[in-house]
């Protein structure tokens, strides 16, 4: 039996064309199917970055806070202490210095402190006072008169520019003092600075 041209139109076709569509199918799902699946790692992995941004914003925000919180703390107790530096201790120094340089005050001062350390102290020790330099024309005298009243002989005075006001008072030889100048404005300052901050700096409420 004779082929036709049909005939071998249609083997043709059976033989290499069918086969290579059906391949060619084949193929274009399974680059729709790569497709979709990196499509899905892309999303997923979009998801995942854009969860681990939004994590760290929030933890660079929680840090910011709390830096923000501590330098404000900071600044406040910066600003507190100048406030009393420039305030609370030059007051208080004005105010004991001027007290301090009235003389009938101090030598009450002085007469009452040297009781007490000499009831503590003087029986066994000789007990040394400092006094300014700028203030012998007016102690020396009346040191010599009143002790000697007293007939105390174990208390030594020395005037001194290393005292530049109020004095000190110690044993003799120990190298130690009990400051009646600066002491007296760093103890009252302390005083002055609590009662500062309760009023200027008062604690927020919880």
């Known amino acids: 039996m004779a082929r036709t041209l049909g005939d071998i139109t249609g083997e043709?076709?059976?033989?290499?064309?069918?086969?290579?569509?059906?391949?060619?199918?084949?193929?274009?799902?399974d680059a729709h199917t790569e497709a979709e699946r990196i499509l899905a790692e892309a999303r997923k992995e979009s998801l995942k970055i854009r969860d681990e941004a939004r994590q760290e914003a929030e933890q660079t925000l929680k840090q910011m806070d709390i830096d923000l919180r501590a330098a404000s703390r900071s600044f406040i107790i910066l600003l507190q202490e100048k406030l009393e530096e420039a305030?609370?201790?030059?007051t208080v120094e004005e105010e004991v210095k001027a007290a301090l340089q009235d003389k009938e005050f101090l030598k009450r001062i002085i007469e009452a402190t040297l009781h007490e350390f000499t009831k503590q102290h003087g029986a066994e020790n000789n007990i040394e006072v400092l006094l300014p330099e700028k203030e012998k024309a007016a102690l020396s005298a009346w040191f010599v008169e009143k002790f000697h009243q007293k007939a105390v002989s174990n208390i030594t005075v020395?005037?001194?520019?290393k005292v530049s006001f109020g004095f000190k008072?110690?044993?003799?030889?120990?190298?130690?003092?009990?400051?009646?100048?600066?002491?007296?404005v760093e103890a009252f300052s302390e005083f002055c600075s609590l009662?500062?901050?309760?009023?200027f700096f008062p604690a927020k409420e919880e």
């Open 12 to 29: 043709l076709t059976e033989r290499i064309i069918s086969p290579a569509k059906a391949e060619s199918e084949r193929i274009i799902k």
């Open 87 to 90: 305030i609370v201790q030059p």
């Open 158 to 161: 020395h005037f001194t520019d």
């Open 169 to 184: 008072l110690g044993i003799e030889d120990k190298g130690s003092h009990f400051n009646f100048g600066k002491g007296l």
């Open 195 to 199: 009662r500062f901050r309760k009023y």
